[in-house]
C-alpha cells in the first residue's frame, strides 16, 4: 500500500533562512506527487506537483521539490523564507484519484 | 473563475443527528472528492463522484454518504452523528480525476463540531 511520511511534525526557522521540509512515499509504480499548504482556517492550495519528467519541479511563492527516486523521497524546499510561509505543509502521493496525504509538517518562522 | 466553493463554513450538531454539506466544483470540473481532516487522523479520503456516480470510496461506515447532481455540484451527508465525526470536511475539485487530470483544488472546508 502506498503511504507519505513526513518526519518532521515541528519547524521553526528564522526569517530569511533557507527551508527544506522532508518527504518520503512508498508507491509500487511511478508516483504522482503533490506539496500543499494551509494557513488555518483554510483549505489546501497546491503548491507544486510531480508527474514525471524533470526531477526538480517549481511551484507557486518560490518553492521548488526534488523527485529522488532512489531515496524515495520529494523534498520542499525554499531558499529564503518569509513570515507568511508560516502554515501546515502537506506531501502527498496520488494513484490516479484519491490522493494520501502525510501527517504534515508545521512551520514556524521567527523573526 | 470562481474557486471551490463549500457551504456552511461552520456547523454544530449533538449526537444522533444528521448533517449534509455543500460543495460546488470549479466550473467545468466534473470529479468531486471529500476528506476528512482531524488532528488525529489527519487527512483521510471519504469518497470520490464522477457523472454523478460514485467511483472510489474510502474506508469510513456506511453513516457517510454522498451524492453528485447533474451540474456536479456534491452533498456530503453524515447520520447518526458520534462525538468523533468532529473534523473539518474538505471538497476537492478535479477535472476529471484520471490521473493526468487529478490535480485537485479544495475548497476552505466546513469545520463540524458534534456536541
Known amino acids: 500500500a502506498q503511504s507519505v511520511t513526513q518526519p518532521d511534525i515541528h519547524i521553526t526557522v528564522s526569517e530569511g533562512a533557507s527551508l527544506e521540509l522532508r518527504c518520503n512515499y512508498s508507491y509500487g509504480a511511478t508516483p504522482y506527487l503533490f506539496w500543499y499548504v494551509q494557513s488555518p482556517g483554510q483549505g489546501l492550495q497546491l503548491l507544486l506537483k510531480y508527474f514525471s519528467g524533470d526531477t526538480l519541479v517549481q511551484g507557486i511563492k518560490g518553492f521548488e521539490a526534488e523527485f529522488k527516486r532512489s531515496q524515495s523521497s520529494f523534498n520542499l524546499r525554499k531558499p529564503s523564507v518569509h513570515w507568511s510561509d508560516a502554515a501546515e505543509y502537506f506531501c502527498a502521493v496520488s494513484p490516479g484519484y484519491a490522493l494520501n496525504f502525510g501527517k504534515g509538517t508545521s512551520l514556524l518562522v521567527t523573526p | 473563475k470562481a474557486g471551490v466553493t463549500q457551504t456552511p463554513r461552520y456547523l454544530i450538531k449533538t449526537r444522533g443527528q444528521q448533517v449534509t454539506l455543500s460543495c460546488s466544483p470549479i466550473?467545468?470540473?466534473?470529479?468531486v472528492s471529500w476528506y476528512q481532516q482531524t488532528p488525529g487522523q489527519g487527512l483521510q479520503f471519504l469518497f470520490e463522484y464522477f457523472s454523478e456516480t460514485q467511483r472510489n470510496k474510502g474506508n469510513f461506515p456506511g453513516r457517510f454518504s454522498g451524492r453528485q447532481f447533474s451540474n456536479s455540484r456534491s452533498e456530503m451527508n453524515v447520520s447518526t452523528l458520534e462525538l468523533g465525526d468532529s473534523a473539518l470536511y474538505l471538497c476537492a475539485s478535479s477535472l476529471s480525476g484520471t490521473t493526468h487530470e487529478n490535480i485537485q483544488y479544495f475548497g476552505a472546508g466546513t469545520r463540524l463540531s458534534v456536541l
Open positions: 466550473s467545468g470540473h466534473r470529479s
